[in-house]
């Protein structure tokens, strides 16, 4: 990272310090994402940490919207975001707080600073600043801003000329931030440069915005990404000088988490599964408890235990417990974790989910079907594609798989299983499993010489759920005429 800091006391001398943990107070934790585009995954799971610290400590944990860049914050991005974090069930405690109609305090604050002369009037222009960076870069050196302004007098101060104010960072010493995830990090105050808190056009800046949202909400515990960990360190700036002018401004907690990172260690990004979570949640049909726990996982554990449920989760999670280094996403594992959700999920709650994917459709059989659709899918896309068979009309669409397996052989077998079938009064698995093992050792041959083109003259398909669930989920009457069609006893459509 690159070093900057801030002292621990007199802002002017930089005296040395250790930032100081909050005072034993209700923990209070925020997710504050930006609305310019979707919630991404590695936002989300920078809530779940949120909502599971206040959780697991009796806290509140509380969502703010960082809505000052007004040309990409949109209305659909806000949105998104608040379906993003209601499907995982992370909404916050009380109404979300959006950042640019707090604009107003912001520069309150920033006054105070410049009337306590912990900020000043900063009138150096672009192109000054241009000229200075150029001559850093010539010279090899790293840019620093030392204005000229920073004591100035208001009696030096140039009539109808535009400036900004920039906070004045401590120049001598070193800070030590005990980060609960990353430990004690230390930098030297020399690195930092006198920042700007309010543009010229009296806007202010995130570093400022940041600063006084989080005191005003009362914020104890500041857990968000390790690209912030410098961050950190400059808004100390601010709140040492807040305390100082009226003290009650406590240093939070910080808890710097590492980034994701996709399965071949490189940063993630859309090929790696990088989505928005709607993505995962209406492209890959996902289930929210699974991205849940997925998300829990990806830097954080509890022993070997892989499934956790929401309640373990609270019960075990500690912030100091996640890992300092990147976690890997890994979408095949998300996938297969999805699958155990999916087994486990109430069969009238799948029915709901997938009744939008297949249209109009008989709830009651689809409802019927799960226990024997979802043990075979790992998401409700497959889930959908498998259940599709239920509500096909004839002529059934057959897949290559089972194109394949309806040779001119496989259909005479077809209308000899007809035959049997058609003189079963009890339609149900057991007697229709005995009829069909007695077939298949009367002429000689295995099981699956009879079911696989079975299956396909009733699905369409070349894998199914099991056969005989099949034949009892869409009845005698459904059965008997799908294979009589492939038997080409019938003329295809036709009873």
């Given at each position: 990272m690159a070093s900057v800091g801030v002292n621990d006391g007199s802002?002017?001398?930089?005296?040395?310090?250790?930032?100081?943990?909050?005072?034993?107070?209700?923990?209070?934790t925020r997710f504050a994402p930006s609305p310019t585009g979707y919630l991404h995954i590695g936002g989300a799971r920078t809530a779940l940490f949120n909502w599971l610290y206040a959780r697991a400590n009796g806290g509140k944990y509380l969502l703010r919207i960082e809505d000052t860049d007004r040309v990409r914050s949109t209305e659909p991005a806000i949105e998104a975001i608040f379906d993003g974090l209601n499907w995982l069930g992370l909404g916050g405690d009380e109404p979300a707080v959006f950042q640019f109609a707090r604009s107003d305090r912001h520069a309150q604050v920033a006054?105070?600073?410049?009337?306590?002369?912990?900020?000043?009037?900063?009138?150096?222009?672009q192109e000054e600043l241009a000229a200075r960076r150029e001559a850093a870069a010539a010279e090899k050196r790293p840019f620093r801003i030392v204005s000229e302004w920073r004591d100035a007098t208001p009696d030096q101060w140039p009539d109808n000329k535009s400036y900004v104010v920039r906070v004045k960072a401590p120049r001598e010493g070193e800070v030590t931030i005990p980060d609960q995830v990353q430990g004690d990090?230390?930098?030297s105050n020399s690195e930092l440069d006198d920042f700007v808190i309010l543009r010229s056009d009296g806007t202010p800046t995130y570093m400022l915005a940041v600063v006084v949202d989080d005191h005003d909400m009362g914020v104890t515990h500041v857990i968000r990404g390790d690209d912030h960990l410098n961050n950190a360190f400059r808004q100390l700036v601010i709140i040492r000088a807040m305390q100082a002018i009226e003290g009650g401004w406590d240093d939070p907690v910080y808890a710097h988490i590492p980034l994701i990172h996709g399965s071949d260690g490189a940063k993630l990004s859309k090929r790696h599964g990088a989505l928005g979570v709607d993505a995962y949640r209406d492209e890959m049909g996902l289930l929210?408890?699974?991205?849940?726990?997925?998300?829990?996982?990806?830097g954080w554990g509890h022993g070997d235990e892989e499934i956790i449920s929401r309640d373990q989760a609270i019960g075990w999670f500690d912030i100091a417990d996640v890992n300092k280094g990147a976690s890997r996403f890994d979408l095949k594992k998300l996938e297969n974790l999805n699958g155990h959700y999916l087994r486990e999920a109430d069969d009238a709650r799948l029915t709901a989910l997938l009744a939008p994917k297949l249209g109009p459709v008989d709830?009651?059989?689809?409802?019927?079907?799960?226990?024997?659709?979802?043990v075979r899918a790992k998401d409700l896309n497959e889930l959908a594609a498998s259940a599709a068979f239920l509500f096909a009309q004839r002529p059934l669409a057959l897949d290559a798989k089972a194109e394949s397996l309806l040779t001119d052989d496989a259909r005479a077998l077809l209308a000899k299983i007809h035959a049997l079938f058609a003189a079963q009064a009890n339609w149900q698995i057991e007697p229709l499993e005995a009829d069909l093992k007695a077939m298949a050792t009367e002429l000689g041959l295995g099981l699956g010489k009879l079911a696989q083109p079975l299956r396909a003259a009733l699905t369409g398909q070349g894998t199914s759920p099991g056969i005989f669930d099949v034949l009892v989920l869409l009845g005698r009457d459904e059965s008997l005429?799908?294979?009589?069609e492939q038997a080409h006893l019938v003329q295809a459509g036709h009873n």
């Open positions: 802002l002017a001398q930089g005296q040395q310090g250790v930032v100081r943990a909050a005072p034993t107070r209700p923990v209070v006054a105070r600073l410049l009337e306590s002369g912990h900020a000043y009037r900063c009138y150096l222009t990090v230390t930098v929210p408890e699974a991205v849940f726990n997925y998300l829990l996982r990806l709830l009651d059989l689809l409802q019927r079907a799960m226990p024997v659709l979802k005429a799908r294979i009589a």
